[in-house]
């Protein structure tokens, strides 16, 4: 599967944005799907991740109540909703698949992950 980050831009802090991670070669409901970050200097780091099903999700505690994950299956793609950006939000945003038959269970390890989209740049401005 290929997979395809889009939807970053500059935005105030306050603001919302909203990510999509489409795929393609393959159906995204085959995989759980996870956003992860990476800010200048930093590692990697886990926002968030959405069960095969879509009944299931979790995210990181610098995230809870901000953000939210949702799949529409029939287009393919996953996405990350971000509302009251802070600047501690801005990083390079990565999306990123788990080939998994487990169509409950979600993944917050970085190396539990098969497949990986490139990012999309996320700037908050304060």
């Known amino acids: 599967v290929q997979l395809q980050a889009s939807g970053g831009g500059l935005v105030q802090a306050g603001g919302s944005l909203r990510l999509s991670c489409a795929a393609s070669g393959r159906t995204i409901s085959s995989y759980a799907t996870g956003w992860f970050r990476q800010a200048p200097g930093k590692e990697r780091e886990f926002v968030a991740v959405i069960s095969r099903s879509g009944g299931n999700a979790y995210f990181a505690d610098s995230v809870k109540g901000r953000f939210t994950i949702s799949r529409d299956n029939a287009k393919n793609t996953v996405y990350l909703q971000m509302n009251s950006l802070k600047s501690e939000d801005t990083a390079v945003y990565h999306c990123?698949?788990?080939?998994?038959?487990?169509?409950?269970?979600?993944?917050?390890?970085?190396?539990?992950?098969?497949?990986w989209g490139q990012g999309t740049l996320v700037t908050v401005s304060s």
């Open positions: 990123a698949a788990k080939d998994t038959s487990n169509r409950a269970r979600y993944y917050y390890r970085r190396d539990e992950y098969d497949y």
